[in-house]
T-cell receptor
Framework: EPEVTQTPSHQVTQMGQEVILRCVPISNHLYFYWYRQILGQKVEFLVS????????KSEIFDDQFSVERPDGSNFTLKIRSTKLEDSAMYFCASRGVSRYEQYFGPGTRLTVT | AQRVTQPEKLLSVFKGAPVELKCNYSYSGSPELFWYVQYSRQRLQLLLR??SRESIKGFTADLNKGETSFHLKKPFAQEEDSAMYYC???????????FGKGTHLIIQP
């Protein structure tokens, strides 16, 4: 059964550095998403992407964040200048056209020191 | 704005006992509701969606629009049901899901 994959599984970075989190959605899906979960808190929506553009973004998704689908398979989340409060688990998800449910990747744990 | 409330942070029941995980939502439109499960160290997995009205692993959930609830139920809990359970609301299209805070279900032997 196809799955969403994410790399790396754990990323440690220093405050102020740029990070890129990578995701490979399920191949025939057209909607892509990023979520984050700060330790002990709920899963929060960041951004959705469809037809090569952002469809919706939350208040969390400020100018420090950007997303890209650089080729036919990858979907990336970039944080330009990381802050301590960006430390969280970041989940990628994808969705097909005819079904409403989203399928999640295993997550990338980002630790900002 | 939409909101999902899961009032129980932790729920502990004995094996064989019935389980009910509560979920209430607030949304002015017509919601899509889901239950996701996260077993230890694994990804979020879709358990149920309200539009399919199916039973997965013995779990069922009925959307009650009058009470704005989507409670998850299982008549006889099994030890392998121990996990984090998240209720989520979708608004359709490309919109993101709104999650509740989750309920940690522990099934005691």
């Amino acid at each position: 059964e196809p799955e969403v994959t994410q790399t790396p599984s754990h990323q440690v970075t220093q405050m102020g550095q740029e990070v890129i989190l990578r995701c490979v959605p399920i191949s025939n899906h057209l909607y892509f998403y990023w979520y984050r979960q700060i330790l002990g808190q709920k899963v929060e929506f960041l951004v959705s992407f469809y037809n090569n553009e952002i469809s919706e973004k939350s208040e969390i998704f400020d100018d420090q964040f950007s997303v890209e689908r650089p080729d036919g398979s990858n979907f990336t989340l970039k944080i330009r200048s990381t802050k301590l409060e960006d430390s969280a688990m970041y989940f990628c998800a994808s969705r097909g056209v005819s079904r409403y449910e989203q399928y999640f990747g295993p997550g990338t744990r980002l630790t900002v020191t | 704005a939409q909101r999902v409330t899961q009032p129980e942070k932790l729920l502990s029941v004995f094996k064989g006992a019935p389980v009910e995980l509560k979920c209430n939502y607030s949304y002015s439109g017509s919601p899509e509701l889901f239950w996701y499960v996260q077993y230890s160290r694994q990804r979020l997995q879709l358990l149920l969606r309200h539009i399919s009205r199916e039973s997965i692993k013995g779990f069922t959930a009925d959307l009650n629009k009058g009470e704005t609830s989507f409670h998850l139920k299982k008549p006889f809990a099994q030890e392998e049901d121990s996990a984090m359970y998240y209720c989520a609301l979708g608004r359709g299209g490309a919109d993101g899901l709104t999650f509740g805070k989750g309920t940690h279900l522990i099934i005691q032997p």
